[in-house]
């Protein structure tokens, strides 16, 4: 990441962003949970680290001293006038505007929906794999996972297929580039807006049966909902939809490689998908929020500041050893298994059955072609940093 | 035992429909509802309480 100084110490100055955190952030957080349970860094004009899943829960559930105005850490906050509705509702929402906001898309995403994207999101992972016979090593993030997720939601949108490479530039530069200045952030926005703003217009004339068209004709507060709403929640989709679903997807990917003993049980126990997905999910999850502190509040002992940041880390949570059982071990039927990938409380994802159905069809798939594979060169494997981390470069032999 | 759904805190995971589809569904939010409102039969106790321990928001007791 551009910028920022290493880390030396994590207990006072912590950052995110930096590598170390990338390659391999859970010694990291164990060491944070056990000697500095709540982290402060002065870093990003002031931030907070909870790593236990007490006080990640604790906090994701508390609206009344936590704003969602921004969810993405960063040197600049967003004006207060943003609030309740935020850049992007329903994630930058807060109650009581929040509810109407998500409460608009669940449908949208809602397993019986869900259900009916299978066989199309089947056939691309199988056009994906067929496009790939004959390598001996295959990238599974770069030449698999990015693209399914990609094409899932430009398809539900309504979005030209063919777009895809220009979504993921707009969504890496929105989530990986928070150590950018901030005028190039806001450059980043304005594409992305500019690319969505013609589409949305296009369905204000032409409505067609996709998602944008489906938006722009639902009401708030008993009026229609105004584009720069609906342009809003679009980029959101995209933003949230993309680069979290290829992370898990490569994330379980890297896992198995690495896991010659889980990959044969789930080749032989086909029907351990559905657990296995959600204990991959718990031991790699994918993404972090961030909250901004409303008023000077004590939060466990600690003095947080108006405006100071607070990162929801998911990903610690899920390895806190107060809450699983040996929380650093992968089992794939592990049961009890209260995970919070998804998030928790108001803000919990509105697209996991969406994410669930991608990350299930893709490994079925996947492992169907190669049921035997390993990692290429361990070494090679390259992590975002930031609040989304998977893997960006994942080489996997996959032939002899 | 009956199974207690507490619809305030569910955010509809779907932990507990994907995992005890006799006992579970869910409405055109994804939000749960529950099949089986009487008392439990013997062997579903098992079923419910594993939906119950899967919830990521404390939204089922099975009592
Ligand atoms: C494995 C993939 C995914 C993971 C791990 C994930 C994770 C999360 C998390 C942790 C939150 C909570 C945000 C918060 O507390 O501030 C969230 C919210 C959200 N996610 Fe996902 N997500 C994934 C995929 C998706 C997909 C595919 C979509 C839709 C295309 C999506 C749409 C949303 C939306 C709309 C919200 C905001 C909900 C609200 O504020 O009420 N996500 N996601
Ligand atoms: S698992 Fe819990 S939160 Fe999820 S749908 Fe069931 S009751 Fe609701």
Redesign the pocket.
């Given at each position: 990441m551009a910028g920022n100084p290493v880390v030396t110490d994590w207990t006072t100055d912590f950052d995110h962003t930096d590598k170390a955190w990338a390659a391999d952030p859970y010694p990291i957080m164990d060491e944070l949970r056990d000697t500095c349970p709540v982290a402060h860094s002065d870093r990003f004009g002031g931030a907070w680290l909870p790593t236990r899943h007490e006080d990640v829960s604790a906090i994701?559930n508390d609206t009344e001293h936590f704003t969602?105005r921004s969810?993405v850490v960063s040197e600049h906050r967003p004006p207060m006038e943003l609030a309740p509705e935020g850049i992007a509702p329903?994630?930058s929402?807060d109650p009581p505007f929040?509810a109407q906001?998500?409460r608009m898309?669940l449908p949208v995403?809602s397993p019986q929906t869900i259900d009916k994207l299978e066989p199309s999101t089947r056939a691309y992972c199988q056009e994906l794999l067929a496009a790939l016979q004959g390598k001996d090593v295959v990238d599974a993030a770069a030449d698999y996972a990015a693209h399914i997720?990609v094409r899932v939601?430009a398809n539900?949108l309504g979005l030209p297929e063919e777009d895809g490479d220009k979504f993921r530039g707009f969504v890496l530069h929105v989530l990986e580039g928070v150590a950018l200045p901030l005028e190039e952030r806001i450059v980043g926005f304005q594409q992305l807006f500019e690319y969505l703003m013609p589409q949305i217009n296009d369905r204000v004339a032409n409505p067609k049966d996709d998602l944008i068209s489906f938006l722009l004709a639902s009401e708030l507060d008993g009026k229609p909902l105004d584009p720069f709403h609906v342009v809003r929640t679009v980029a959101?989709?995209l933003i949230?939809?993309?680069d979290?679903?290829w992370?898990?997807i490569g994330a379980s990917i890297w896992h198995l490689a690495k896991s010659p003993t889980d990959l044969k049980r789930l080749v032989n126990e086909p029907e351990l998908m559905p657990t296995a997905i959600e204990e991959l999910?718990r031991a790699y999850?994918?993404?972090t929020?961030?909250?901004l502190v409303k008023e000077d509040f004590e939060f466990q002992g600690c003095p947080m500041k108006a405006e100071d940041w607070v990162l929801?880390s998911?990903p610690a949570a899920n390895r806190d050893p107060a809450f699983f059982e040996n929380p650093d071990e992968v089992i794939l039927d592990r049961s009890p298994n209260r995970h919070?990938?998804?998030?928790?409380?108001?803000?919990?994802?509105?697209?996991?059955h969406?994410?669930?159905m991608?990350?299930r069809v893709a490994l079925e798939e996947w492992v169907k072609v190669y049921p035997d594979f390993s990692l290429e060169d361990a070494g090679a494997v390259r992590w975002s940093g930031g609040q989304v981390r998977g893997p960006r470069v994942l080489p996997i032999q996959v032939g002899p | 035992m009956k199974i207690h759904l507490d619809s305030d805190r569910c955010q509809g995971h779907g932990r507990c429909y994907s995992i005890a589809p006799a006992l579970f569904t869910y409405d055109d939010n994804g939000q749960a509802a529950l099949i089986v409102t009487d008392e439990l039969a013997d062997e579903q106790v098992g079923l419910a309480q594993l939906a119950a321990n899967n919830c990521p928001e404390y939204a089922i007791e099975v009592a």
């Open positions: 994701a969602s969810i329903p994630i929402s929040h906001a998500r898309l995403f997720p939601i539900m959101l989709l949230a939809g993309i979290t679903t992370s898990a999910l999850a994918p993404v929020m961030a909250r929801l998911f919070a990938a998804f998030g928790l409380g108001i803000h919990r994802c509105a697209g996991s969406l994410a669930r991608e990350m | -």
